[in-house]
T-cell receptor
Framework: GENVEQHPSTLSVQEGDSAVIKCTYSDSASNYFPWYKQELGKGPQLIIDIRSNVGEKKDQRIAVTLNKTAKHFSLHITETQPEDSAVYFCAASYGNNNDMRFGAGTRLTVKP | DGGITQSPKYLFRKEGQNVTLSCEQNLNHDAMYWYRQDPGQGLRLIYYSQIVNDFQKGDIAEGYSVSREKKESFPLTVTSAQKNPTAFYLC??????????????FGSGTRLTVV
């Protein structure tokens, strides 16, 4: 089955700097890669996703890149703000959400 | 507003008790899921259901049971057979689980503690 590894486990940046979180996956058949943001005491929220036929996707300050050959994908947050502080999870599946697997999460802290 | 409602937010269980966590959605989503979240770990799949009256075991189903009598509802029972039930439990749903992959909508979670 699919295995997703996520790095780093914790990340601290200064407000205004960029943050990058990386994930690798094991199953080359995986074709859907969502990212979730989880604030303290709440459920995760989908913030951006990418499919395997696309190499990059942007939505305002966040972007995701996908390298199918290397089987890794990354989340990029620019101009970070304190409200970006949260735990971020990556996930991978191959078109069947019943096979979605999550990374262990990255705790991002943005210092004002 | 459409969404997923989990209740209760906090739950305490005594040794040997069964407890049931509620999950209700009004998004008209087909599939529903239960995940367990432990500190420093990713989400682990307990059970999922794609249609009413059908459900499948996930990676860590032992000690848990579910039912799907209505499209909107997917309750999870943590039985006394689950030896380490203290965790944060998340319910999720998605519209078309086998149609290229869609993001989940998650509930706000239930924190279960054994006392």
């Amino acid at each position: 089955g699919e295995n997703v590894e996520q790095h780093p486990s914790t990340l601290s940046v200064q407000e205004g700097d960029s943050a990058v979180i990386k994930c690798t996956y094991s199953d080359s058949a995986s074709n859907y890669f969502p990212w979730y943001k989880q604030e303290l005491g709440k459920g995760p929220q989908l913030i951006i996703d990418i499919r395997s036929n696309v190499g990059e996707k942007k939505d305002q300050r966040i972007a995701v890149t996908l390298n199918k050959t290397a089987k890794h994908f990354s989340l990029h947050i620019t101009e970070t703000q304190p409200e970006d502080s949260a735990v971020y999870f990556c996930a991978a599946s191959y078109g069947n959400n019943n096979d979605m697997r999550f990374g262990a999460g990255t705790r991002l802290t943005v210092k004002p | 507003d459409g969404g997923i409602t989990q209740s209760p937010k906090y739950l305490f269980r005594k040794e040997g008790q069964n407890v049931t966590l509620s999950c209700e959605q009004n998004l008209n989503h087909d599939a529903m899921y239960w995940y367990r979240q432990d500190p420093g770990q990713g989400l682990r799949l307990i059970y999922y259901s794609q249609i009413v009256n059908d459900f499948q075991k996930g990676d860590i189903a032992e000690g848990y049971s579910v039912s799907r009598e209505k499209k909107e509802s997917f309750p999870l029972t943590v039985t006394s057979a689950q030896k380490n039930p203290t965790a944060f439990y998340l319910c999720a749903s998605t519209l078309r689980p086998n149609d290229g992959g869609y993001g989940y909508t998650f509930g706000s979670g239930t924190r279960l503690t054994v006392v």
